[in-house]
């Protein structure tokens, strides 16, 4: 039998729950597993038509799963209620249309794009042409599920997954994706990794990344929630030093079959960090730790040359002692012992801006040499 990704919850006396937690069918696809899909049913089935609550917090999957999943659910005959729990992409959005209801919580997240496809083989272009043939009719089937609900009209749905679009809450319930906005949940990204309601995801494979770090810095009211010293040092690319001390070069996907390809792009790589690391940081800190940053965010240096020109007249010691003197005035103040809800947003904000002052002097004393 194959191995179940979902987990059904049959309360006496309270509705049920089936829980859609992480990939769907990450172990087995459903493409003509009509066990899989019967065990499903069943576990639906035996749920007597009472109400049911399907919990996603998923990052999609299998796009035949989700279509059978959701096919059920439309015929279930009970009241089937969707809560987004975190994150519902990809796949997991086709799931999410079943619901006579749909709700989701602030900071929670929503992705749509076009369908993919693995190809670990070498195929003729007829069959390629196949293949988009068939990637063409699974979208028109995903766009279907969307229409039931959703007010983009079809070209615009079609644009949106060509983008991979990313929505939060307001943006769900301004488009018909969901119903109503119910709670709020915690969202944070480090690097590449995306921690929703206490679940992580690795988001390195969406396309899509700056729009989502975007989402993931916004409220529910569309304001950035990064802190003003947030802010400069995310412009500066110093923000992801702060969140780790460790961060993994980037990757070249280039065709491995073409020598010349892999040669141009080794020699390109080569010079961008050959470009930066030929600047001159003058014994200046700050404009090291841009560098460094620059040199594993696959930045070059013409990317960085704004920030290093307003960094680099200012002594290392200079801006530490700023920095020093702006902790030291939010320690005065007493801001970082406030517990649960500050007085207000600017002591908020203070609060934020001295933990993240704090990290930008880490940051800047690991790369002067200091402990």
């Known amino acids: 039998m194959s191995k179940k990704f979902w987990q059904v919850k049959n309360y006496v006396n309270a509705e049920s729950e089936i829980l859609l937690y992480g990939p769907i069918a990450s172990?087995?696809?459903?493409?003509?597993?009509e066990v899989t899909a019967k065990d499903f049913a069943n576990d639906l089935e035996s749920l007597g038509n009472a109400p049911v609550t399907v919990r996603i917090n998923s990052g999609g999957g299998d796009v035949f799963a989700a279509?059978?999943?959701?096919?059920?659910?439309i015929n279930y005959?009970?009241?089937?209620?969707?809560?987004?729990?975190g994150l519902c992409a990809s796949a997991a959005t086709i799931v999410a249309m079943a619901g006579n209801k749909i709700t989701m919580p602030t900071n929670a997240l929503f992705m749509i794009h076009n369908p993919m496809i693995a190809m670990g083989d070498y195929y003729q272009a007829a069959e390629l042409m196949q293949m988009a043939a068939a990637l063409d009719k699974i979208k028109d089937s995903i766009i279907a599920?969307?229409?039931?609900?959703?007010?983009?009209?079809?070209?615009?749905?079609?644009?949106?997954?060509?983008?991979?679009?990313?929505?939060?809450?307001?943006?769900?319930?301004?488009q018909g994706f969901i119903d109503e906005i119910e709670g709020e949940i915690s969202a944070t990204l480090n690097n590449k990794q995306l921690v929703i309601n206490s679940t992580t995801y690795d988001v390195s494979g969406f396309k899509n990344f700056t729009a989502l770090k975007n989402h993931v810095c916004t409220c529910k009211e569309g304001?950035?929630?990064?802190?003003?010293l947030e802010q400069i040092l995310n412009k500066l690319g110093l923000l992801d030093e702060i969140s780790t001390s460790t961060q993994a070069n980037p990757v070249n996907t280039v065709p491995a079959d073409n020598?010349?390809?892999?040669?141009?792009?080794?020699?390109?790589?080569?010079?961008?960090?050959?470009?930066?690391q030929a600047f001159d940081c003058k014994d200046n800190m700050a404009a090291a730790a841009i560098i460094d940053a620059a040199v594993k965010n696959g930045q070059t240096i013409n990317d960085v040359k704004i920030y290093l020109d307003a960094v680099q007249n200012m002594p290392f010691n200079g801006v530490q002692n700023l920095v020093n003197n702006m902790i030291k005035d939010n320690q005065e103040s007493g801001v970082e012992g406030v517990k649960g809800n500050p007085q207000n947003e600017a002591e908020e904000e203070k609060a934020a801006d001295a933990q993240a002052m704090n990290g930008?002097?880490?940051?800047?004393?690991?790369?002067?040499g200091k402990k």
């Open 360 to 368: 930008f002097v880490a940051a800047m004393n690991k790369f002067g």
């Open 145 to 174: 599920s969307y229409r039931k609900r959703c007010k983009a009209s079809v070209e615009e749905l079609q644009a949106m997954m060509d983008a991979e679009t990313w929505l939060g809450a307001e943006e769900c319930l301004a």
């Open 27 to 33: 172990e087995h696809s459903w493409f003509g597993d």
């Open 67 to 73: 279509h059978a999943i959701h096919n059920l659910l």
């Open 223 to 228: 304001k950035n929630t990064m802190t003003k």
């Open 77 to 85: 005959k009970g009241t089937v209620t969707v809560a987004i729990d």
């Open 259 to 276: 020598a010349q390809v892999v040669a141009d792009a080794v020699a390109a790589e080569r010079k961008r960090i050959s470009d930066l």
